[in-house]
């Protein structure tokens, strides 16, 4: 619920930019057609372009508000009226934390965990078992008193198995213990499939954002500025002004997205490791 606000909100912000750049847009055409600078056909094409990202806005809105009813209704405790959230931004993949966390997988999983402790119980019950195919001893000591003497006894047994000397315990033991060693296999298996399919997630993540920051999103974003420049002084089109307005936002709906898919990789990972 937590990460769903965190999302929404961002979500939310990026639409708020994208009402404000709108209106600046229908602004311009606006004044441009009243000079007779822009056709009419734009001004129409501005304001539509407008209801579409004011709809969007509203979108954005009622899913921020829905998380936030999600979020209280799971709360512990009620929460201020004003709720103000803090996420940290993702972090990068290191190769050296992950190759820690590969290795220290047996100790901190809780399937492999599970799976180690059931074994050894099953170990136990099979060493039990055959304990009992031996002669065991018997030593028993007995003091008796009585009003006119004391007397003491000591007795010795000793148990020895017969006919199948417990063969069936033993047998049933070994094969629990046989089950329980290809259980810890496959969890093995399991654990260390769903660790490496986490990592490729967040790499491949890593990298997306990482380009994204660097250089999809920024170049976007120049872009934009001068197709923005170059539409107020009349030297190009609103079809490219609004081109360049849309490339920019996919790009940073791309940035966001991608941060998101990296957080959730990295919940996952921790999730494996037993961290969650």
């Known amino acids: 619920a937590f990460s769903r606000l965190a999302s929404a909100r961002l979500f939310l912000d990026l639409a708020r930019k994208s009402d404000t750049d709108a209106a600046a847009v229908l602004g311009v055409t606006t004044r441009r057609a009243d000079l007779g600078e822009a056709r009419e056909a734009d001004r129409s094409r501005a304001e539509a372009e407008r209801l579409r990202v004011r709809l969007s806005l509203r979108n954005a809105e009622r899913e921020a508000r829905a998380a936030?009813?999600?979020?209280?209704?799971?709360?512990?405790?009620?929460?201020?009226?004003?709720?103000?959230?803090?996420?940290?931004?993702?972090?990068?993949?290191?190769?050296?934390?992950?190759?820690?966390?590969?290795?220290?997988?047996?100790?901190?999983?809780?399937?492999?965990?599970?799976?180690?402790?059931?074994?050894?119980?099953?170990?136990?019950?099979?060493a039990v078992a055959r304990s009992a195919r031996a002669p065991d001893l018997d030593v028993s000591w007995l003091q008796a008193s009585e009003i006119d003497k004391k007397s003491w006894s000591l007795s010795f047994g000793v148990r020895v198995p017969l006919l199948n000397g417990s063969r069936a315990e033993v047998a049933r033991a070994e094969a629990s213990a046989s089950l329980a060693r290809a259980v810890l296999e496959r969890s093995r298996t399991e654990v260390s499939l769903a660790f490496e399919a986490a990592v490729q997630e967040a790499e491949a993540a890593s990298d997306a954002l990482r380009l994204l920051q660097t250089t999809i999103v920024p170049t976007a974003r120049r872009t934009w500025d001068l197709v923005r420049l170059s539409y107020e002084a009349g030297e190009t089109s609103l079809l490219d002004l609004l081109d360049a307005q849309r490339t920019l936002r996919d790009a940073e709906i791309q940035e966001l997205a991608a941060g998101l898919d990296l957080g959730r990789a990295w919940v996952e990972i921790e999730r494996i490791g037993g961290r969650y």
Not at 94 to 117: F, V, W
């Open 68 to 126: 936030e009813t999600a979020l209280r209704l799971l709360a512990v405790e009620p929460l201020p009226p004003s709720l103000a959230i803090r996420s940290d931004p993702p972090r990068a993949v290191s190769g050296e934390e992950i190759a820690a966390r590969r290795q220290a997988l047996t100790r901190t999983s809780p399937l492999l965990r599970t799976s180690l402790a059931a074994l050894d119980r099953d170990m136990g019950t099979v």
